[in-house]
């Protein structure tokens, strides 16, 4: 079986892997360069920030991140010879109101990932001695990891760049999708160029919403800009992830410590503005006083994938016997990413499903038409 894949992030990423692996030949299409949006841009948490926060079906996905990625890690690297740089740093969070609630859901649901210990100061200190004084406790989720995200997308780029049956397209957009008998026949570049597969996969993150049109769909994506910064310290300076109103500290293995994030509604734009790289190091000073001695090496803003609630869609497209989805993680695509693309590989084959598809099903892109 023959399948193009139209978006090269994670996304489409992660898809060709799982595929690839199963015999398809896979066909990858970009309108850039493989993995620089805003899958390059993310910070890599691999959970949900606050996942009680988040729709059930957010972390049905994300409670995989870790193990998938550690599997597709020790896969990947020998052929590619990148590490993903999976970082088991845990993760303190210092918002109050959420204390309860979040250990509240610890107890609920079970996830390994999401154990949880509340810390008074003198607990707090001796697991990250850098924190603030006047954060005089907080709640620490041990099992927290980070990857190193373009790292990921590196070594997955480079182990499919050598499997024989993967070609990719970049700098190629795709313009049309040439429908009939409701199927997709063939996909059109900008170029004017016809490509052809048995399958098709849409998994164009935050430019989801230029096919609504001719799917004769509403497809509610939007992108929502995130601004980020990275430090330079000493390796393993700081010892935990941090999180506080939003904001975030996350270690690298080399001692770069990436800060955000924002969100803002500016459609496309992806430069940074002046005020909000101040909003983003008041709230990193104020967790951990001591960043202000070390460089700032680079910023950065990305496009979310921005989506009604968080919950991608995933599946067969309505009306359309050959054409799939996987877009509309919002700001958990790296997290949700490994068992998205698990699950949409296992319903294009017709194999037993990793968790219930319906939360994810593309029958609710239907709702919001109706709703227009």
Request: proline letters at 6%.
């Amino acid at each position: 079986m023959h399948i193009a894949i139209i978006g090269a992030g994670v996304s489409g990423l992660l898809s060709a892997l799982e595929l690839v692996e199963q015999g398809c030949q896979i066909s990858i299409f970009d309108q850039q360069q493989v993995g620089k949006a805003a899958s390059w841009a993310g910070g890599g948490i691999l959970s949900p920030m606050y996942p009680w926060r988040y729709p059930r079906a957010v972390n049905e996905l994300a409670q995989f991140a870790k193990t998938l990625y550690q599997e597709w890690n020790h896969k990947l690297q020998p052929v590619s010879a990148i590490d993903f740089q999976i970082h088991e740093t845990g993760m303190l969070i210092f918002d109050e109101e959420d204390f309860e609630i979040g250990l509240d859901y610890k107890d609920r649901y079970q996830e390994p990932m999401q154990y949880a210990e509340y810390l008074q100061r003198e607990q707090l200190e001796q697991i990250n001695p850098l924190i603030s004084d006047q954060f005089k406790h907080a709640i620490y989720f041990p099992e927290i990891a980070n990857i190193r995200n373009p790292r990921l997308l590196q070594s997955i780029e480079q182990y499919l760049k050598q499997h024989p049956n993967v070609q990719f397209y970049q700098h190629t957009e795709i313009e049309h999708l040439d429908i009939e008998n409701d199927q997709i026949k063939s996909i059109k570049s900008k170029s004017g160029q016809n490509y052809y597969a048995d399958q098709f996969i849409i998994a164009t993150g935050a430019w989801s919403a230029k096919w609504a049109e001719q799917l004769e769909l509403s497809i509610p994506i939007q992108p929502v800009q995130g601004q980020m910064m990275l430090f330079k310290t000493p390796p393993n300076w700081l010892p935990t992830m941090c999180m506080n109103k939003v904001m975030y500290l996350i270690p690298r293995m080399d001692g770069h410590i990436v800060c955000g994030s924002s969100v803002a509604h500016v459609g496309f734009n992806t430069e940074p503005t002046v005020q909000t790289k101040q909003d983003i190091l008041t709230a990193c000073f104020e967790m951990v006083p001591e960043l202000v001695n070390f460089p700032i090496e680079k910023q950065w803003a990305g496009l979310r994938p921005g989506s009604p609630d968080g919950v991608p869609y995933i599946g067969k497209m309505p009306n359309l016997n050959n054409v799939w989805a996987n877009f509309g993680h919002y700001r958990n695509g790296l997290c949700m990413g490994p068992a998205s693309a698990r699950l949409l590989r296992q319903l294009m084959l017709n194999e037993k499903t990793i968790v219930n598809p319906q939360a994810y099903a593309t029958d609710r892109l239907k709702q919001y038409l109706s709703a227009v």
